[in-house]
């Protein structure tokens, strides 16, 4: 849904580099790449921006 802004293990905050991260995925970079040059050395945190499903814009017409 929305990118969490911390990461769930160890805490570091992984929302900050979001967009940056989809602009170089959806360009077709190579991922492992872009984490490097981001900083994003652990994995938990690597996990947490791989992992991300963006299915707000299929969920948000929804009401309780």
Do not use: H, W
Request: hydrophobic share 40%.
């Amino acid at each position: 849904m929305i990118i969490p802004v911390r990461c769930f293990s160890c805490g570091f905050p992984v929302a900050a580099f979001y967009e940056q991260f989809k602009n170089q995925k959806d360009k077709g970079a190579n991922l492992k790449k872009t984490l490097d040059d981001m900083g994003i050395k652990r994995y938990c945190c690597r996990r947490m921006l791989l992992s991300q499903a963006d299915v707000i814009d299929e969920v948000a017409p929804y009401r309780k």
